[in-house]
């Protein structure tokens, strides 16, 4: 049941383990409409009627008996018009069993108040009005108890049962007729029975015109619109778990910043202490070699003078990952070069910083090159001062646009590593919540309480906001105080999209979770997609890269425009005006949209 007025009530032993038995009848009570003193009211005398424990006691701590107990008061907390029992006394005491019969057969004289119940124990049902005798999901005789057993002229219910239970047998051993006609031969007390009476009908049956349902639209309006009295149940019911749950709650907190930490720490910088061979042909201290040498970065690149051979055989056994090399006449020649306008090719050559490289990791390679290009311009101007002209690439690269010349990777990565972490930490706090629930059997009982579909969405939407919050905060501390990103757009644009990248995994995980049954499944999902969406929503490598079949795939992914539009405020300083920006806003919004849409769906469906 999902919808629409409920007044029926369905025990089973589906308790919330981090709540106290105060949490749980409060949750139900709010659930129900119960003010807070009718529920305390109810409660007090639930208490002691069940014998329950002190009420600030966990429901995880409590034994089997006192679990159905607990789970039999949130049944009888709100006084519904039906209540359906299942086994409501096993594992109960005798005396407690025979206090909760007296209180059903109170509430249903006194109140209107029908109870249907199950149970295997046949003679404590002889107090109902009406029982039924089932066996393999027959109907074997229905009526007061008193009239079972006076048909059957048996002293207790159960001795009637027994002698139903042989006239079946032996009438399906005489005959070898349908299933049907010996279930009509084994209810022997059939033709005394008030055909008035409803009994299971077997078999195809004489077909009846069902009268159809029909509503008032304001009737249909009220039942469909969301009760702000449920998602604050629900709300509440989700935050107090976590407040019984102080590790896991604190992990998830500091989860997204020992992320990003790592990220800003160990990718997009510039290695360091890369061991590189030179070979220097020259032996003067005074040298242009030694000279240019003195202008590489020593933090990233430390040199090993080593000859010929040995920088060779260093290279090969993966001990060095590039050679300089200098030759012997390297600084007449480099003089020649840059004054004299023709000069041969044994010039050229001499003149020349031989560089062996090993590309088998491109980053470091591109870091050598970058180095020794600049220890080379600095060397030039160092020595030809205002002539540095002379020796100098003819291309000029002038103040950046956006940015600055020194901007590494790792300013490009943290944009889109903020809304991955952010979506990634949103799925798993919700991608399990209904698969947990369902298991447990709670979310057949917050729909038999008059919870809907659409009602439950919204309040796992709304209680996860409140953690996802603070995981932002602490993640814009972070990359803008104690790592030093640049912003220079509006700080309140960057929170607002890195909040709605939340959502959108809020409502992600609600859709995993409506439609997986298991856990391991759900998870598997859940870190299946993971790993692509990484690799091509241009979070780590630049979009432009992706070959075209698959970039209109990228393009559909939630975050792709997204991390664009974040890098976009952040480092060009670019509002809403600019599409760039508000393309990333729409697209989040209509993933987020489809999302909560399709769980909702699911959800609704699977009821």
Sequence with gaps: MDEGPHKTKVVDLALYNEFTISDTLSFFGRIHGLTSKE???????????????????????????????????????QNPELLILDEPTVGVDPVLRAKIWQHLVEIVKTGKVSVIITTHYIEEARQANVVGLMRNGHLLAEGPPDEVMKMHSATTLEHAFLQLC??????????????????????????????????????????????????????RAKHVMPKWRNIAALMIKTLVRMKRMPGSL???????????????????GDPKGIQVAVVNNETSSSSYSQSLLSFLDNSSVEQVPLSHSEAFDGIYNGEYWGIIGFGKNFTSYLTKRMLQRHVSEEVVDGGSVHVWLDHTNRQISIMLQKKLHDAFQAFVENKLGSMSYLASLPIKFEEPIYGSQNTDFTRFVTPGAVLSITFYLAVGLTALSFVLERKEGLLDRCWVAGVSSLETMLAHLFSQLFVISVQIIMLLLFILLVFKMPNEGSLVLVIILIVLQGITGISFGLVISAAIDDEQSANQTALGIFYPNLIISGIIWPVECIPYPLRYVSLALPQTYASEALRCIMYRGWGLSRMMVWRGFAVTLGWNTFFLILATVILKLRT
Excluded: H
Excluded at 251 to 261: A, E, N, T
């Design 250 to 268: 604190c992990f998830q907190f500091l989860l997204p910043v020992i992320q990003v930490s790592l990220i800003c720490l160990c990718v997009g």
């Design 39 to 77: 529920t305390q009211a109810r409660m007090d005398f639930l208490i002691d009627f069940l014998d329950l424990p002190q009420k600030t006691s966990l429901v995880r701590n409590l034994s089997g008996g006192q679990k159905r107990r607990v789970s039999l008061g949130a049944a009888l907390l």
């Design 166 to 219: 042989e006239n079946l047998d032996q009438v399906s051993s005489k005959r070898d007729s349908t299933s049907q006609e010996a279930l009509e031969k084994s209810q022997s007390f059939e033709s005394g029975r008030d055909e008035s009476r409803p009994i299971l009908a077997i078999g195809p049956g004489a077909a009846e015109e069902v009268p159809k349902y029909s509503a008032d639209w304001k009737v």
